[in-house]
């Protein structure tokens, strides 16, 4: 391809470019382009829309909605050789490529962090963080990947760079791919805290729940829940010497206050726990444990749909309840997640012959999702395999909106064009303003 950038079409590169984690949809591009600055991305979208050719922009391809996976007779734009990044005050300045755990790993040796943590940090990069309007862990307290953004730069689908700081720079978060190339941003560090984890078995779903709940108001950095059988595959109880069967998991970390004590909360929280009948109990490299869990399903049957619904926080445990009755009756379930923003990953593991069965049990999922006022995506964002369910929990104006919203920004419909921008629906509830202060006050 004679533009000066970059371009591969070989068989091999066509396979490995043709799908993202979810391993759900398979398309091959027509050959994947790999810029290594916003200049040669402006050349790649000139060359596209002169020959009418979708782009489908590409980070890490760890995304697990299908996404990044390409549009047929289309071309990838990959954003690999564009990752190169600096950390500068509080700021981490990046090309989209950029690793996310890389830009971490630096900020970390200045004292900052950075605030979204999503579990595939060290595999995804921070434009596809963006794009996806990544969420994680810390979600709680930090909120998505859209609330640090201090300025993004684009390259529109009509071949402009364009920046924006502030709010406007919020509509390009979520918008997989479908609004424009985001070639850089400037994201808001957090100052690096100290930190305590605290894991607590509970022998109800319910009491977990409650505890989940309470124990917000200590403004915690995270608090997550696994179910049963995912503790299984955490082997949590491996090191659990209470003889007791747990029936779920909270996993709490809490950060120093403004003084820079922490020991005070863990006292309380414990104590909290235990009105819950919740007892402490202590897991090495918990959070290694649970960062590797999602991949470590793999052990009880080889497929996997991990959806990342939402729920209203009064609705988690009738929710619970409705994965269970699945698990019992038709196919394996195992929940775990953000339960402190009331993102529960949902797993349906399945084998050979069960396919129409967990399409059949995501279908229901999403169903009850929407009928109880959740969203079906928290984190991972829209792709290709949640756009059937779009219209009923957005209602058919939003959707249509939306539409109209690309067809202005990308006029020759090019970028991503079967996949639609969605707007913000995740972490529902978040208490992210709920402070020390507050929590005096209620007590
Ligand atoms: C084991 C595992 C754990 C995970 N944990 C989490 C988690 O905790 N939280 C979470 O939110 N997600 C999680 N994910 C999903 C995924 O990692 C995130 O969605 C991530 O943000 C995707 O980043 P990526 O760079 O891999 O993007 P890709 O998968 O390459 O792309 C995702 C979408 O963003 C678009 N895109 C990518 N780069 C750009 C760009 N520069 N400009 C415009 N559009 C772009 C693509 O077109 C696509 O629509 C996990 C995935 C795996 C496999």
């Excluded at 349906?348 to 079906?376: H, Q, R, T, W, Y």
Aim: charged share 30%.
């Amino acid at each position: 391809m004679m533009i000066g950038v970059e371009f591969l079409d070989s068989e091999d590169v066509r396979e490995v470019y043709s799908q993202d984690a979810s391993r759900w949809y398979k398309v091959k591009p027509l050959g994947v382009f790999f810029p290594k600055n916003e200049e040669e991305v402006v050349k790649c979208v000139e060359f596209c829309v002169k020959r009418g050719i979708p782009i489908t922009p590409r980070g890490g391809g760890s995304g697990l909605s299908g996404g990044a996976v390409p549009e047929k007779n289309g071309i990838v734009l990959s954003t690999e050789k564009m990752k190169s990044f600096s950390i500068e005050n509080s700021f981490a300045i990046a090309y989209a490529g950029a690793i996310t755990g890389e830009i971490e790993k630096e900020a970390k040796k200045l004292g900052y962090t950075v605030p979204f943590q999503p579990s595939s940090l060290n595999f995804s990069t921070i434009g596809g963080n963006i794009a996806t309007d990544c969420a994680g862990l810390r979600s709680v307290k930090y909120g998505s990947a859209r609330d640090h953004i201090e300025e993004i730069q684009i390259v529109t689908p009509t071949g402009k760079i364009i920046k924006f700081n502030g709010s406007l720079s919020m509509i390009f978060s979520g918008s997989e791919g479908t609004l424009g190339i985001i070639t850089k941003v400037k994201i808001r560090l957090s100052k690096l805290k100290k930190r305590k984890t605290l894991v607590f078995s509970f022998r109800s779903v319910k009491d977990a729940i409650g505890f989940s709940k309470e124990v917000r108001r200590f403004n915690p950095s995270a608090i997550e829940f696994v179910d049963e059988k995912s503790g299984e595959v955490m082997k949590i109880d491996e090191n659990n010497k209470t003889p007791k069967k747990s029936k779920s998991y909270i996993i709490v970390e809490i950060e120093e206050d403004e003084q820079g004590y922490i020991d005070f909360s863990e006292q309380e929280i414990s104590i909290m726990a235990k009105s819950f009948s919740g007892e402490k109990i202590d897991i090495p490299d918990v959070w290694e444990r649970r960062k590797k869990l999602g991949p470590a399903l793999s052990k009880i049957k080889p497929f996997k749909m991990n959806e990342d619904v939402v729920l209203p926080l009064s609705k988690i445990e009738s929710f619970l309840e409705f994965a269970e009755d699945i698990d019992k009756k038709r196919i394996s379930c195992l929940v775990f997640g953000h339960i402190g923003v009331g993102i529960l990953h949902t797993n349906f593991m399945f084998g050979g012959g069960e396919e129409k069965e967990a399409e059949k049990a995501k279908s229901d999922l999403f169903n009850f999702v929407i009928e109880n006022g959740g969203a079906i995506t928290g984190e991972h964002g829209t792709g290709l395999e949640k756009i059937n369910f779009l219209e009923k929990e957005l209602g058919k104006n939003t959707l249509e909106f939306m539409r109209e919203l690309k067809s202005k920004l990308d006029p020759h419909n090019i970028m991503n064009p079967s996949k639609i921008p969605t707007p913000k629906r995740g972490c529902i509830d978040t208490p992210i303003s709920l402070t020390k202060t507050q929590y005096n006050t209620k007590k």
